[in-house]
Nanobody, 123 residues
Framework: QVQLEESGGRLVQAGGSLRLSCAAS????????MAWFRQVPKKEREFVAG????????FYTDSVKGRFTISRDTAQNTVYLQMNSLKPEDTAVYYC????????????????WGQGTQVTVSS
């Protein structure tokens, strides 16, 4: 079974940048789609970005297009989320997720999750 662990979350000032990492352990399949979600209190877990396992096609929610970039290393053991021009509304717990199918914007479709990493953007 694949296990995921996020890292890189921290306090950053508005307009700044940081990169989140999601390391995978165990058996990794190239067909797995990987994604980043985020969640704040009283809100549903929100799709942020995803990358398809076979084609490498990327997907982003409208609020982060042009600011965030998802990528995956050639060994498929780590997925990254580069976040630029951060805004206070980006503050959330960020989770990485994986599924043995195509990218989906629904958190209910993912079977493997990390524990989350806190990103706080100050005004």
């Amino acid at each position: 079974q694949v296990q995921l662990e996020e890292s890189g979350g921290r306090l950053v000032q508005a307009g700044g940048s940081l990169r989140l990492s999601c390391a995978a352990s165990g058996r990794t399949f190239r067909s797995y789609a990987m994604a980043w979600f985020r969640q704040v209190p009283k809100k549903e877990r929100e799709f942020v970005a995803g990358i398809a396992g076979i084609t490498g096609q990327t997907f982003y929610t409208d609020s982060v297009k042009g600011r965030f970039t998802i990528s995956r290393d050639t060994a498929q053991n780590t997925v990254y989320l580069q976040m630029n021009s951060l805004k206070p509304e980006d503050t959330a717990v960020y989770y990485c997720a994986a599924r043995n199918w195509d990218v989906s914007p629904s958190s209910d479709d993912y079977t493997i999750w990390g524990q989350g990493t806190q990103v706080t953007v100050s005004s």
